[in-house]
Nanobody
Framework: QVQVMESGGGSVQAGGSLRLSCAVT????????MAWFRRSPGKEREGVAAINIRTGITYYADSVKGRFTISKDNYKNTIYLQMDSLKPEDTAMYYC???????????????????WGLGTQVTVSI
């Protein structure tokens, strides 16, 4: 069982930056993707960014392209989400996920992931 733990959330003013971290206790041998999702009040959880931890290929939602950067540290079994130019609409609970995805599965779709963290809150004020 993969255990996932997020950290780094907090409150920031619009235009500011935050960096989220996600550590996994151990990776099952065929885990190939880790991703960040978020859920805003009254909305469904949506994919924000994902990374293939073997190739380093990244994926982003259109709403965060150019502002968020996902990266990995394989030695630490950790991924990061650098969030710059934050907007009030980025306010949400952010979740990290990990799993093995087949070649046709979108890494920004939550039903493809089986291991999840409890989330970390990000609040962006005007």
């Amino acid at each position: 069982q993969v255990q996932v733990m997020e950290s780094g959330g907090g409150s920031v003013q619009a235009g500011g930056s935050l960096r989220l971290s996600c550590a996994v206790t151990t990776l099952i041998y065929n885990t190939n993707y880790m991703a960040w999702f978020r859920r805003s009040p009254g909305k469904e959880r949506e994919g924000v960014a994902a990374i293939n931890i073997r190739t380093g290929i990244t994926y982003y939602a259109d709403s965060v392209k150019g502002r968020f950067t996902i990266s990995k540290d394989n030695y630490k079994n950790t991924i990061y989400l650098q969030m710059d130019s934050l907007k009030p609409e980025d306010t949400a609970m952010y979740y990290c996920a990990a799993d093995h995805l087949g070649s046709l599965a979108s890494p920004l779709v939550e039903r493809h992931f089986g291991s999840w963290g409890l989330g970390t809150q990000v609040t962006v004020s005007i």
